[in-house]
């Protein structure tokens, strides 16, 4: 029989059924199907919670080895950086001691000096934690209220800093609540003392991107970069030697006799939750003032016995 009429087709028995390809678009389907049934319906969350939860010993089985090297080599490390902290605070500590004895020495020395010079001993100013609440409605100022008022005794004009500086005054007080007027508001201003050269000056707020401005200086002034500015306390409001600002630019032009000095606030306006309130010096001084007089009219009468008794 030749070769070419033989049938080469398969019999019926071993004949497929559907292709490959039917088989592979079937399969890409389902799949399909699947993933959005279960991204809409969630119907292989159970099924996946079972499975992990069978999983889980098998595979903290597995991390157990893993999670024991972890936690070796942490425990070294930690070791290092406790020793190395250990010696960084005792070095610390060493310098601050230093610090304090010499400090202690400045305060004794100048109590020393303005008793031989008869002046008044410095202020102790009193201080009120409080925390900022939100920042204020209007959007032409900068404002913040705090959760302290007049019933925890916060009074107008108070000064409210951080521990970076001076942040503002108070301008409004409720009972239980107050607002304050941040030193970039358009209408704050504060006297200030250049610490380099003692120049004193006045600062205004309002500038651009939240700066400062040192106006009505002389072209010539002794200005520069980088100077701190702090309180001169001329104003009875806030204590002398709270920093205020740092000096930015300095422009000096000839057809004007004045410099435009910009200023940027020490203190970081725009992230401050804690800060704490101070009281004015127009009040402190107040206060002293009657505990003087309370002070005298107290000493009168002793002084006035003790006089008329040494008559003969």
Same mark, same amino acid.
């Given at each position: 029989?030749? =070769?070419?009429?033989?049938?080469?087709?398969?019999?019926?028995? /071993? #004949?497929?059924?559907?292709?490959?390809? %039917? @088989?592979?678009?079937?399969?890409?389907? *389902?799949? +399909?199907?699947?993933?959005?049934?279960?991204? #809409? /319906?969630?119907?292989?969350?159970?099924?996946?919670?079972?499975?992990? *939860?069978?999983?889980?010993?098998l595979q903290r089985a597995l991390l157990a080895p893993v999670d024991a090297w972890e936690r070796a080599g942490d425990y070294l490390r930690g070791t290092e950086r406790a020793m190395a902290a250990e010696d960084q605070a005792r070095r610390q500590l060493v310098q601050q001691a230093e610090r304090l004895s010499r400090a202690e020495q400045l305060q004794q020395e100048n109590q020393r000096l303005r008793a031989l010079l008869d002046l008044r001993p410095a202020l102790q100013v009193p201080s009120l934690a409080a925390e900022v609440l939100y920042e204020a409605s209007d959007p032409y100022s900068r404002r913040v209220v705090i959760d302290r008022g007049s019933r925890q005794g916060v009074v107008l004009g108070a000064p409210? +800093?951080?521990?970076?500086?001076v942040l503002?005054?108070?301008?409004?007080?409720?009972?239980? &609540?107050?607002?304050?007027?941040? =030193? %970039?508001?358009?209408?704050?201003? +504060?006297?200030?003392?250049?610490?380099? &050269?003692?120049?004193?000056?006045?600062?205004?707020?309002?500038a651009e991107g939240g700066a400062m401005e040192l106006r009505f200086m002389a072209a010539n002034a002794d200005l520069r970069q980088n100077d701190l500015l702090t309180t001169s306390g001329l104003d009875g409001v806030y204590?002398? $030697? =709270?920093?205020?600002?740092? +000096?930015a630019s300095v422009e000096r032009r000839g057809d004007t006799s004045f410099a435009r000095v910009r200023l940027q606030p020490?203190?970081?306006?725009?992230?401050? #939750?804690?800060?704490?309130?101070?009281?004015?010096?127009?009040?402190?001084?107040?206060?002293?003032?009657q505990a003087q007089a309370a002070s005298a009219?107290? %000493?009168?009468?002793?002084?006035?016995? @003790?006089? &008329? $008794?040494?008559?003969?």
């Open positions: 029989m030749p =070769l070419g009429t033989l049938d080469r087709t398969p019999p019926p028995f /071993f #004949r497929q059924g559907t292709t490959a390809l %039917s @088989k592979l678009l079937l399969c890409a389907a *389902l799949a +399909i199907f699947l993933m959005v049934a279960d991204a #809409r /319906f969630k119907l292989a969350a159970p099924a996946r919670a079972a499975l992990a *939860l069978a999983l889980h010993p409210v +800093i951080n521990d970076a500086g503002g005054q108070v301008t409004r007080v409720y009972l239980l &609540s107050a607002e304050v007027t941040l =030193l %970039s508001d358009k209408d704050a201003a +504060i006297p200030v003392l250049n610490t380099r &050269s003692q120049q004193r000056g006045a600062a205004f707020g309002g204590p002398p $030697g =709270l920093p205020v600002a740092r +000096i020490v203190a970081q306006l725009d992230d401050v #939750r804690h800060v704490l309130v101070l009281g004015p010096l127009q009040e402190l001084e107040k206060m002293r003032t009219a107290a %000493s009168a009468p002793a002084r006035g016995a @003790k006089a &008329s $008794g040494g008559k003969p």
